[in-house]
């Protein structure tokens, strides 16, 4: 009862920020994401009659506390829908450089997802893998798909028509995004917990929401059409309107640092001299770029020489989740 399987992170480019259920992890919009290439998760699950309570390890380190309870709720999940009482050892290795900035939580979870359920004798098609995906992180069940996904939040109270679905694959499109990373010692607050912050308090939200569905329609035909300017014209406004939210939330807050902004800048000034590129970050100081691969050299090079960047990692659209032999 063993299974391994590798799952790549994902970035949103109409964001998922606010949920309606927070048990069932249900969205107030629905989210759009690229499956990137470059950072992934594989993670090996073993169900054993010996056990006697599950263990996590990630990258060699036994997990105890809050990450390992998500964890072993999850796991609970997966043994509620094969109607077995049965533990599990689960390891896991990052490739997704976690001072990037990505949750490693999507990649985390739909690869935990499609091991765990594959070892314990369950067979899900990809729409029951992101359904029940959905409910390790949100954001998880956009991973499950390559290319473009789209999370469709459902109009059901118990979570079954909340799952992601394929836009285009992997092959449709040869779009990049460069990881531009910061130095950061700024307490940060968790997507979670600024998410809740946002809807409980902010009255900037209902705008949010009502402004989605044109954003959405809007970038899908951008994609469908592999019309670049667009498809980052409308991230990069999504993104910003995300993150206007949360000066609106009581406290307020941002994600922003002084280097966040330069980098902004330094994208619109990119536009500016003819290179087309644009911005999204998602809950945290970090930007993410789309550019194109003609622009590849310059767009790195000019990122890499802004003050205070202390990285710039690349990838290329990636493709779901995979099984891997044990
Ligand atoms: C996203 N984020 O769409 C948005 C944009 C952050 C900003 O999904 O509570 O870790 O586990 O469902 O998925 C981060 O939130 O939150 C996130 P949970 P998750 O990628």
């Known amino acids: 009862m063993k299974a391994t399987a590798k799952a790549h992170t994902n970035i949103a480019l109409i964001k998922y920020w606010?949920?309606?259920?927070?048990?069932?992890i249900l969205p107030t919009n629905n989210s759009l994401s690229v499956t990137l290439d470059g950072f992934y998760t594989t993670t090996s699950v073993e169900f054993n009659e010996q056990f006697t309570k599950d263990t996590f390890v990630l990258d060699d380190v036994s997990i105890a506390g809050e990450?390992?309870?998500?964890?072993?709720?999850?796991?609970?999940?997966?043994?509620?829908?094969?109607?077995?009482?049965?533990?599990?050892e689960v390891k896991s290795t990052n490739a997704v450089p976690t001072a990037a900035g990505f949750a490693?939580?999507?990649?985390?979870?739909?690869?935990?997802?499609?091991?765990?359920t594959k070892a314990i004798g369950l067979k899900l098609d990809n729409t029951e893998l992101s359904r029940l995906t959905r409910q390790g992180s949100g954001s998880a069940c956009r991973s499950i798909f390559g290319g473009f996904a789209e999370w469709k939040k459902g109009e059901k109270d118990d979570g079954t028509d909340s799952f992601a679905v394929p836009i285009t694959p992997k092959e449709h499109w040869d779009i990049r995004v460069a990881a531009v990373v910061l130095s950061s010692k700024?307490?940060?607050?968790?997507?979670?917990?600024?998410m809740k912050?946002?809807?409980?308090?902010?009255?900037?939200?209902?705008?949010?929401v009502d402004s989605i569905p044109t954003d959405l329609a809007e970038i899908k035909e951008g994609i469908f059409a592999k019309d670049f300017e667009k498809v980052g014209q409308i991230a990069e406004a999504n993104c910003l309107k995300m993150h206007a939210t949360t000066l609106?939330?009581?406290?307020?807050f941002t994600y922003w640092l002084d280097t966040t902004v330069t980098v902004m800048q330094t994208v619109r000034a990119l536009r500016e001299q003819g290179i087309p590129a644009y911005f999204?970050?998602?809950?945290?100081?970090n930007v993410k770029v789309l550019y194109l691969p003609e622009n590849e050299e310059?767009?790195?090079?000019?990122?890499?020489?802004?003050?205070?960047?202390?990285?710039?990692?690349?990838?290329?659209?990636?493709?779901?989740?995979?099984?891997?032999?044990?």
Do not use: C, H
């Open 280 to 285: 999204t970050i998602d809950a945290g100081p």
């Open 18 to 24: 606010g949920k309606r259920d927070e048990t069932l």
């Open 67 to 88: 990450q390992y309870q998500r964890v072993a709720n999850f796991l609970n999940l997966v043994r509620q829908l094969a109607g077995k009482e049965i533990y599990a």
């Open 298 to 326: 310059e767009v790195q090079s000019t990122l890499r020489n802004i003050p205070g960047v202390t990285d710039v990692k690349l990838s290329r659209v990636g493709q779901g989740i995979t099984y891997l032999e044990d």
């Open 104 to 116: 490693s939580s999507a990649s985390g979870f739909a690869a935990l997802a499609a091991a765990s």
């Open 248 to 252: 609106g939330a009581q406290p307020p």
């Open 197 to 208: 912050r946002t809807v409980d308090t902010s009255p900037f939200f209902q705008g949010w």
């Open 186 to 194: 700024m307490k940060k607050v968790s997507s979670r917990e600024g």
